[in-house]
């Protein structure tokens, strides 16, 4: 059960990051919308997951540096 939920996880983390990319690429939203951040930020936390779980630590660091930035970018936009 727990590998499902993980890969789950994976999965959800690799599309956020790819809508929010193509809503961004196609003018669908600005960069500077909430909704893209919460993707990017939420989307990056699915992929450190599923990396720290299979032990793939290159992409889980990258992804752990893409929250940073995107909790920072949410802080800028409510704050």
Avoid: C, H, R
């Amino acid at each position: 059960m727990k590998k499902l939920l993980v890969e789950a996880v994976g999965w959800y983390g690799t599309i956020a990051i790819v809508l929010a990319y193509a809503l961004v690429s196609f003018s669908v939203l600005p960069a500077t919308d909430l909704w893209y951040q919460v993707l990017n930020g939420t989307g990056a936390v699915g992929i450190v997951i599923v990396s720290f779980y299979k032990k793939a630590y290159q992409p889980g660091i990258l992804n752990i540096v893409w929250v940073v930035i995107a909790v920072v970018a949410i802080g800028k936009l409510v704050l």
